[in-house]
């Protein structure tokens, strides 16, 4: 069974940085895709961001200019560095994985935006 787990959620302040982790238990390379989506209390999971395997990226229109999104795949993890923070950046963050017919989900991780 494959498992993400995700990491680097906090309290930080507008304007603030964090880098979001996503660990898998295999070689990353074997995802067709990989990415970000969040989430509030009451809403449907957002995308965010995703990375495909031709090395393409793609961001929402909401994170663009301040959201990067980036792998390693010598540590089989995935990365969301957010700069620029926002209150409404405010939700969970869940990674995801993508194969031919299931979409892995991490277990979320929460990122709160506030003075």
């Known amino acids: 069974q494959v498992h993400l787990v995700e990491s680097g959620g906090g309290l930080v302040q507008p304007g603030g940085s964090l880098v979001l982790s996503c660990a898998a238990s295999r070689d990353i390379t074997t995802f067709y895709a990989m990415g970000w989506y969040r989430q509030t209390p009451g809403n449907e999971r957002d995308f965010v961001a995703g990375?495909?395997?031709?090395?393409?990226?793609t961001y929402a229109d909401s994170v663009k200019g301040r959201f990067t999104a980036s792998r390693d795949g010598a540590k089989d993890t995935i990365y969301l560095q957010m700069k620029s923070l926002k209150p409404e950046d405010t939700a969970v963050y869940y990674c995801?994985?993508?194969?031919?017919?299931?979409?892995?989900w991490g277990q979320g991780t929460q990122v709160t935006v506030s003075s």
């Open positions: 990375m495909i395997s031709d090395g393409s990226k």
């Open positions: 995801y994985a993508r194969l031919p017919d299931v979409t892995l």
